[in-house]
């Protein structure tokens, strides 16, 4: 637009400029020099409104360089997790296990990709994969883990100085993984060991600080560390019923966040 405006004032300026020259030739020398006056502020005139409309071109397209070069529409998070505490319950009654069982330490790394809304929402989509920890760490066995999927809104929050703190909410499903001594644990129970496992609901609550490492043109990348509570539902089976399982965990992720 702004483009076929210039074209247009600069052919309205030649046009006027030819007339300007062909009058010259015509008119004679008693000619009343005010009007040639008025002639030359006009060219004055529609020069500088050429001259304003490119500046402000200018200043709009250093504008919306500098604009795009700040934006960053997607983070993507590689996860370092930790879950340093869990109980296992078996929820319902009518079983000889003794619970909650106070799980071991575990590992959980993943990967996670948001859409940046605005500066305060974003939105996306993760998997992490815990590694097994035992239910039984008293007596070394009992190993399980799970790779739960989900969806993740994180919520800025406020910044100070070079920290900014962040607030996660995850949401999803989590699949189960078993071992033989996990499975064997219910021996003692009707029905013997378990001949199946399910996964179930996924839930993540968390608080994190977060602080820029590196900035460029085209991409950012920031340090990250949250720490939050984890819920996690199963269902596991023997041949007499089913057993539903609730896993309670806290949760301490680092991060590297890329920002494009």
């Given amino acids: 637009m702004l483009f076929s405006l210039f074209r247009s004032d600069i052919s309205i300026f030649a046009a006027k400029k030819m007339k300007k020259s062909t009058i010259d030739r015509l008119l004679p020398n008693s000619y009343d020099r005010n009007v040639e006056n008025d002639y030359i502020l006009k060219q004055v005139k529609d020069m500088k409104l050429i001259a304003y409309r490119i ?4 200043i709009l397209s250093s504008s919306l360089v500098s604009a795009l070069g700040r934006e960053r529409y997607v983070r993507i998070r590689t996860i370092g997790g930790m879950e340093p505490i869990g109980a296992l319950h078996i929820r319902g009654g009518g079983t000889k ?6 799980t071991g330490y575990g590992l959980s790394p993943g990967l996670e990709i948001y ?11 993760g998997f992490q994969w815990q590694f097994g920890r035992k239910a039984l760490p008293g007596k070394n ?4 883990g799970s790779a739960p999927i989900y ?3 994180r919520i800025n929050l406020a910044r100070v100085e070079d920290f900014s ?10 699949i189960l993984n078993s071992g033989r001594g996990f499975r064997e644990i219910w021996n003692s129970e009707p029905g013997g060991s378990l001949n199946s496992a399910k996964g179930g609901f996924y839930g993540m609550a968390a608080l994190g600080v977060t602080t820029k490492l590196k900035e460029t043109h085209r991409w950012d990348m920031d ?3 949250d720490t939050g509570y984890i819920f996690q539902g199963f269902t ?3 041949s007499e019923r089913d057993y539903p399982l609730l896993y309670h965990e806290m949760s301490v992720h680092f991060s590297l966040d890329w920002l494009f």
Avoid: C, D, H
């Avoid at 500046?55 to 200018?58: K, P, T």
């Avoid at 296990?97 to 106070?102: A, C, H, I, R, S």
């Avoid at 859409?115 to 989509?125: A, C, D, K, M, Q």
């Fill in 115 to 125: 859409y940046v809304l605005n500066e305060i929402f974003e939105v996306g989509i």
């Fill in 236 to 238: 596991v089976s023997n």
């Fill in 151 to 153: 969806s993740s809104t």
């Fill in 55 to 58: 500046v402000a071109l200018a």
């Fill in 223 to 225: 340090l990250s560390i």
């Fill in 141 to 144: 066995t009992g190993i399980f």
């Fill in 165 to 174: 703190t962040y607030a996660l909410l995850k949401l999803g499903y989590s």
């Fill in 97 to 102: 296990l003794k619970t909650p069982m106070n």
